[in-house]
Antibody
């Protein structure tokens, strides 16, 4: 059974940093591109970014709203995906989901609140 | 960036109704489009991928069509569990972009 479990969320002040993790199981994690999607309270879904697999040099893509502030990485030996979030803004407050490239499996989501 | 415009933004319908939601892309995206259903407080669920392919386990009353810039999600006979918010997503180019959502409510 495919499972994706996010962790690392919480309350952070504007300008601060936070790192989210996503633990994957039930599939060959190293073969898959992985994505992050977020949803601000009461708002729609927003694609955040993607990391490709080793065969594609772990290259990344980002939404304009997070480019230069967020970094997606992965550790295939630990079946783990990460989202390093720096220079956080109040508008980054959202539930963050990790998902496979095909958007067929999603984690349960983790809340990040940016507030003073 | 490709803009995805869903219509309507909200609608009300009755159990048994046939419902169609439209998603228009600002550029040609071939058939690189997916549809998702999200209920309050829950994780989005993929319904359709490649514009018209049904995700495993999704009831056959859901169908998708379209190519290029115009796409539709059709629910042939609404069931009580179908009242939710629906989103389209283009994955033809980066950044991937979602439609703003269509909230389907009970009439």
């Amino acid at each position: 059974e495919v499972q994706l479990v996010e962790s690392g969320g919480g309350l952070v002040q504007p300008g601060g940093s936070l790192r989210l993790s996503c633990a994957a199981s039930g599939f060959t994690f190293s073969d898959h591109y992985m994505d992050w999607v977020r949803q601000a309270p009461g708002k729609g879904l927003e694609w955040v970014g993607r990391i490709r697999n080793k065969a594609n040099s772990y290259t990344t893509e980002y939404a304009a709203s997070v480019k230069g502030r967020f970094t997606i990485s992965r550790e295939d030996s630990k079946n783990s995906l990460y989202l390093q979030m720096n220079s956080l803004k109040t508008e980054d407050t959202a539930v963050y989901y990790c998902t496979r490239r095909a958007f067929d499996y999603w984690g349960q989501g983790i809340l990040v609140t940016v507030s003073s | 960036d490709i803009q995805m415009t869903q219509s309507p933004s909200a609608m009300s319908a009755s159990v048994g109704d046939r419902v169609t939601i439209t998603c228009r892309a600002s550029q040609v995206i071939s058939n690189n489009l997916a549809w998702f259903q999200q209920k309050p407080g829950k994780v989005p669920k993929r319904l359709i991928y490649a514009a018209s392919s049904l995700h495993g386990g999704v009831p056959s009353r859901f169908s998708g069509s379209g190519s290029g810039t115009e796409f539709t999600l059709t629910i042939s006979s609404l069931q009580p569990e179908d009242f939710a918010t629906y989103y389209c997503l283009q994955y033809n180019s980066y950044p991937h972009t979602f439609g703003q959502g269509t909230k389907l409510e009970i009439k």
